[in-house]
């Protein structure tokens, strides 16, 4: 088969259809093992329906098992696709892990710090109601990017959308929270963390690492010494350091 501008395939997924790709592209896919030839369907230009992939000819190569002549295991075809198409993250629908982090972190930031801050910088303050609104409308919007970009990113990695129900679950929303902060384009597929991947990661778990060992200190401290007085004092110190740090939303 060529790999003319023509050759696009697309292909399906846990539930999704994802593409276009090319041929080449497509047999790396494979390499990653994640392309079922069974129960994944590919289609492109002139089939009539999308048909298994296992029957699309030099998709995969079959090899004979030693011990079983009736047993099939497919073989990876160019063993350098993969590490070739993680350099080309374009090719990967989806939003991209900067689009991202810049819709679900730096937006966000940046739109408190301008309701917050710039409240203060008004010669006169906005009515308390009309900042109400606009805070409340600021919300709805940054929710909406929120999902959009959240949907998009789990396509990027090539996982189903419907895993964005997984951020109800304990648990399983750090691991999805996880591979959409860190992972690059198609994770799902070639399984491999790029250089910013690791410190993403890094900059991921560390914290939350820390603060579930601070959370289980806190526990055992309060659990064992939770009637001293001395520990009632401290705790009841923390908190008013914590509610006079908090800074105060202007016109309230």
Known sequence: MSDSPSDTWFYSHDGGRLGPVSFTELR???IAGTLNPRLDLVWTQGM???????EIPNLFTQRMSENSAAA????????????????RPDSWPGARRRAYLSACLL????AYAALTYGQASLASPLDPALFDNITHGAALVLCIISLYYGLQR???LGMSR???LGYCVPLLNLWIGYRCFAC???FAYHKKLDGAGIALAICYWLPLVLALLVLVALGVILTRYGDDARVVELWRQVREAVEQRAPAVPGH
């Open 28 to 30: 790396a896919i494979a």
């Open 107 to 110: 937006l966000p930031l940046t």
């Open 154 to 156: 789990l396509t990027n």
């Open 72 to 87: 099939t295991s497919y073989t990876l075809p160019l063993p350098d696709s993969v590490a070739a198409l993680m350099q």
């Open 184 to 186: 690059p384009a198609g």
């Open 162 to 164: 419907w895993w964005y």
């Open 48 to 54: 009539a329906e999308w048909q298994p992939a296992g």
